[in-house]
């Protein structure tokens, strides 16, 4: 089967945060990081899951990020996503180059996706108004 790939030049970002993340894949990489041992596969191997799982944080950071802002400043839900994103901008600012790095990230990846499920239910249960279109 051939499988295409196309690279998008969006330096402002705009398309992205229309495109939902890998969620799948994500899921895949964060168990197989997870599963490692002390000693995995190779060195290139972490340096590549390090690079997918800090590019993914970002996407899904952005996403908390963007739903966060649509809850009234003095909502709880708000501040804690708030002190959630600023602990996850400082962790994204730090190299990503071994084992135990990556399963950070791993673990950093779960915990954005919770925050962001537990936004888009409040979303749809009406508890916040719905996105603004672009």
Do not use: F
């Not at 969006?10 to 992205?16: A, F, Q, S, V």
């Not at 190299?95 to 919770?114: F, S």
């Amino acid at each position: 089967m051939n499988r295409s790939l196309y690279v998008v030049h969006d330096p402002e970002g705009r398309r992205l945060a229309q495109l939902p993340p890998d969620r799948a894949t994500h899921r895949q990489v964060v168990r197989g990081v997870l599963a490692w041992s002390s000693a995995p596969p190779d060195d290139g191997a972490i340096v590549q899951a390090g690079l997918l799982l800090t590019g993914a944080a970002r996407v899904v950071a952005d996403q908390v990020r963007t739903h966060a802002a649509r809850l009234p400043e003095t909502d709880g839900r708000r501040l804690l996503t708030e002190l959630i994103l600023k602990e996850a901008d400082r962790q994204l600012s730090q190299p990503c180059t071994n084992l135990p790095q990556v399963k950070g990230r791993a673990r950093l990846l779960c915990g954005l996706y919770d925050r962001l499920d537990r936004l888009q239910a409040a979303t749809d249960r009406g508890e916040l108004p719905p996105p603004e279109r672009r």
